[in-house]
């Protein structure tokens, strides 16, 4: 069983920034990739940002530039830096892991924090 927990969320004002934290436990594969999606109200869940257990990135084009995804070296938790932060970045991110080998590969979701951003 994979746990992940995220930290890190909070009020922000625009322009400002926040770093966004996601700790994964248990049985993580080699072959996995780990990533931020968001969710406003009224809206569709989207991925913001991901990373695979090779280092391959990518990014929805509106936080381009705004926003780095990174892993740490035992590639256990991963990091979004979110800087020059505007209102429609406000949402409930959730840190997601894709794990597995041959034809099973699992998807694991963690509780979710709130990014307010507003002034």
């Known amino acids: 069983q994979v746990q992940l927990v995220e930290s890190g969320g909070g009020l922000v004002q625009p322009g400002g920034s926040l770093r966004l934290s996601c700790a994964a436990s248990?049985?993580?594969?080699?072959?996995?990739?780990m990533g931020w999606y968001r969710q406003a109200p009224g809206k569709q869940r989207e991925m913001v940002a991901r990373?695979?257990?090779?280092?391959?990135?990518n990014y929805v084009d509106s936080v381009k530039g705004r926003f780095t995804i990174a892993r740490d070296n035992g590639q256990n938790t991963v990091y979004l830096q979110m800087n020059s932060l505007k209102p429609e970045d406000t949402a409930v991110y959730s840190c997601?892991?894709?794990?597995?080998?041959?034809?099973?590969?699992?998807?694991?979701w963690g509780q979710g924090t709130q990014v307010t951003v507003s002034s």
């Open positions: 248990g049985s993580i594969f080699s072959d996995n990739v």
């Open positions: 997601n892991l894709e794990t597995g080998w041959g034809s099973k590969w699992y998807n694991y």
């Open positions: 990373i695979s257990s090779a280092g391959n990135t």
